[in-house]
């Protein structure tokens, strides 16, 4: 594996880094919830209780996205980032990808699948490597 106490840890980037990388996530998951006509929209007619999963996955996204912000439990900020971007990335940009007609659109919905993609890449180096080094790898 690799040597976590050899990781450059400059406080003010990871910062930066933290504040960047949430910042989509925090302002989306407001509005999911100023905004859920819009939101519920997206899904794929078959889906059922589009409100309550609106809701469900604004609040996934909020939650995730503090911890990460704010470095508490980050790693599973980053699985609750991840639980969220899969599902909305395969779901309604996937979907939006299958049957959409419209080549602007279509292009639109590529470079969200894209983007969801990478995000989730993201956050699954968040599951893993965290924020920061913790307190006992600093005194290694």
Do not use: C
Request: proline content about 5%; aromatic content about 10%; glycine content about 8%.
């Amino acid at each position: 594996m690799f040597d976590e106490t050899k990781l450059p840890n400059k406080a003010k980037l990871t910062l930066l880094a933290r504040v960047l990388f949430t910042s989509l996530f925090l302002l989306s998951g407001v509005t999911h919830f100023t905004n859920i006509p819009y939101y519920a929209s997206l899904m794929p007619p078959a889906f059922p209780f589009p409100v309550g999963l609106t809701l469900i996955s604004g609040a996934v996204e909020l939650a995730g996205a503090a911890m990460i912000l704010f470095n508490w439990h980050a790693r599973l900020g980053g699985w609750l980032l991840v639980l969220f971007l899969v599902p909305v990335t395969l779901v309604v940009h996937g979907y939006e990808l299958a049957t959409q007609e419209d080549q602007i659109v279509w292009a639109l919905q590529q470079a969200h699948f894209l983007k969801g993609i990478a995000l989730t890449g993201a956050a699954l180096l968040i599951t893993q490597v965290g924020v920061t080094r913790s307190l006992v790898s600093q005194e290694a």
